[in-house]
């Protein structure tokens, strides 16, 4: 069997460097070292399969040749990644026709190619989802301590007590599980929301055909995949925390549940929970929309930056939890009313008894410690999530 050589890096000064030409055998006496030019990766024909054969490849212009690898099934879901672009790149000028200078952008520039459009929203709504939740952490951890009271009365006495006792690991106590709970859930959402949102918005030069804007519409359909999907989870959730010692684990308790009460009862409350997702989730979706089309109209900019995506959807959130908390307000009175002596007959009744014993102050009691959490994880999901997006590209001239 004749030898290969293993050539790591390419000879041109392009600013990659690909993996290729991979052989059986090789010594470092034939391991081709890189030009300066010569310093980023790229990993292409990457599939899902066992089997890995040499090809032979073209025979480049210093006349060694090789063999490269493929991998079987590589038009499965992720035809291939592609690795850092232009990594530290400096800003050059170039001069194109009649003295013309336009200036190429350098910075840190990863692309990853994934074929299919459908993985590549579900991973940018994980990613998304699992930032946004980490980065909020702490401010959920310090919220339920002042509402158990256990640390303290106020903000600055609930982090102090927690950084003398656990340190900042305390204040990410739980995370992990919240995080697996968030990503899938934030990824059917925010899938689901690109997906009926495309294709209910009308096309450039065309009338809407709706009444409403698609974007609410989406923002509802999101809402409502999203919980069907992970409701159970959260019921398994609640039991495992409430009933101690009955069931051995996540698995055991959706057996026996579903074994004994039958599969309905893992949705059971399921109405109640559709009633406060839905309205925050269609206001939350449409404001964002608006205030991304506002801003291309006012800036007559089609791109938008991060840090103005993060600004856009904290006010997204902002706007969505205001306008929905008089029936978050009126869900939790309705869940205590029997404990408070008050009974009430739907939402709407709930919203007017509040009304009229406390005004409209009792309609927004506790906006402040709530907006504390869901503005900042809002913005932060949403930047995430067209930053991976940007990221995760189709082709190679996206890339």
Same mark, same amino acid.
């Given at each position: 069997m004749?030898?290969?050589?293993?050539?790591?890096?390419?000879?041109?000064?392009?600013?990659?460097?690909?993996?290729?030409?991979l052989g059986f055998q090789?010594?470092?006496?034939?391991?081709?070292?890189?030009?300066?030019?010569?310093? !980023?990766?790229?990993?292409?024909?990457?599939?899902?399969?066992?089997?890995?054969?040499?090809?032979?490849?073209?025979?480049?212009p210093?006349?060694?040749?090789?063999?490269?690898?493929?991998?079987?099934?590589?038009?499965l879901?992720?035809?291939?990644?592609?690795?850092i672009?232009? !990594?530290?790149?400096?800003?050059?000028?170039?001069?194109?026709?009649?003295g013309?200078?336009?200036? *190429? *952008?350098?910075?840190?520039?990863?692309?990853?190619?994934?074929?299919?459009?459908?993985?590549?929203?579900?991973?940018?709504?994980?990613?998304a989802?699992?930032?946004?939740?980490?980065?909020?952490?702490?401010?959920?951890?310090?919220?339920?301590?002042?509402?158990?009271?256990?640390?303290?009365?106020?903000?600055?006495?609930?982090?102090?007590?927690?950084?003398?006792?656990?340190?900042?690991?305390?204040?990410?106590?739980? @995370?992990? +599980? @919240?995080?697996?709970?968030?990503?899938?859930?934030?990824?059917?959402?925010?899938?689901? %929301?690109?997906?009926?949102? *495309?294709?209910?918005?009308?096309?450039?030069?065309e009338?809407?055909k709706?009444?409403?804007?698609?974007?609410?519409?989406?923002?509802?359909?999101?809402? +409502?995949?999203?919980?069907?999907?992970?409701?159970?989870?959260?019921?398994?959730?609640?039991?495992?925390?409430?009933?101690?010692?009955?069931? @051995?684990?996540?698995?055991d308790?959706?057996?026996?549940?579903?074994?004994?009460?039958?599969?309905?009862?893992? %949705?059971?409350?399921?109405?109640?929970s559709?009633?406060?997702?839905?309205?925050?989730?269609a206001?939350?979706?449409?404001?964002?929309d608006?205030?991304?089309?506002?801003?291309?109209?006012?800036?007559?900019?089609?791109?938008?930056?991060n840090?103005?995506?993060?600004?856009?959807?904290s006010?997204?959130?902002?706007?969505?939890?205001?306008?929905?908390?008089?029936?978050?307000?009126?869900? *939790?009175?309705?869940?205590v009313?029997? +404990?408070?002596?008050?009974?009430?007959?739907?939402?709407f009744?709930?919203?007017?008894?509040?009304?009229?014993?406390?005004?409209?102050?009792?309609?927004?009691?506790?906006?402040?410690?709530?907006?504390?959490?869901?503005?900042?994880?809002?913005?932060?999901?949403?930047?995430c999530?067209?930053a991976?997006?940007?990221?995760?590209?189709?082709?190679d001239?996206?890339?």
């Amino acid at each position: 069997m004749g030898r290969r050589d293993v050539q790591v890096f390419d000879d041109r000064s392009d600013g990659f460097f690909s993996v290729c030409n991979l052989g059986f055998q090789s010594s470092p006496q034939h391991v081709q070292y890189p030009h300066a030019g010569g310093l !980023f990766a790229s990993v292409s024909q990457v599939g899902m399969g066992f089997g890995v054969s040499p090809t032979p490849e073209p025979q480049n212009p210093r006349g060694d040749g090789g063999g490269g690898m493929k991998l079987p099934y590589a038009d499965l879901y992720m035809k291939y990644v592609e690795g850092i672009k232009n !990594f530290g790149a400096k800003e050059e000028e170039v001069v194109e026709g009649e003295g013309v200078v336009k200036k *190429k *952008k350098g910075g840190l520039k990863l692309k990853i190619k994934i074929a299919n459009p459908s993985l590549r929203r579900l991973i940018s709504g994980a990613v998304a989802g699992a930032v946004s939740r980490t980065a909020v952490a702490p401010l959920e951890t310090i919220r339920t301590h002042l509402m158990v009271g256990s640390s303290g009365n106020s903000s600055t006495e609930v982090f102090n007590d927690i950084m003398k006792v656990d340190g900042w690991t305390g204040l990410f106590r739980g @995370n992990l +599980v @919240n995080v697996i709970r968030v990503a899938p859930s934030k990824a059917i959402e925010l899938f689901a %929301y690109d997906t009926v949102n *495309k294709h209910l918005s009308p096309k450039d030069g065309e009338q809407s055909k709706l009444p409403i804007p698609a974007s609410l519409i989406a923002g509802a359909c999101a809402g +409502v995949s999203s919980t069907l999907v992970t409701y159970p989870l959260e019921l398994l959730k609640t039991r495992l925390t409430i009933q101690r010692g009955v069931y @051995n684990g996540l698995l055991d308790a959706f057996v026996k549940i579903v074994r004994e009460e039958g599969p309905a009862e893992l %949705y059971r409350g399921l109405a109640p929970s559709l009633i406060g997702v839905i309205p925050y989730a269609a206001t939350n979706y449409c404001a964002y929309d608006t205030l991304r089309k506002t801003y291309r109209k006012i800036f007559k900019q089609e791109k938008i930056g991060n840090i103005q995506t993060l600004l856009i959807g904290s006010a997204a959130g902002a706007i969505s939890s205001t306008a929905t908390f008089p029936l978050e307000v009126a869900r *939790k009175h309705m869940q205590v009313g029997a +404990v408070g002596g008050r009974q009430y007959n739907d939402v709407f009744h709930a919203l007017t008894s509040i009304l009229e014993h406390e005004g409209i102050a009792g309609l927004y009691r506790g906006l402040g410690p709530s907006c504390m959490k869901l503005v900042p994880a809002a913005g932060i999901s949403f930047m995430c999530y067209e930053a991976m997006k940007k990221i995760l590209v189709e082709d190679d001239e996206e890339a």
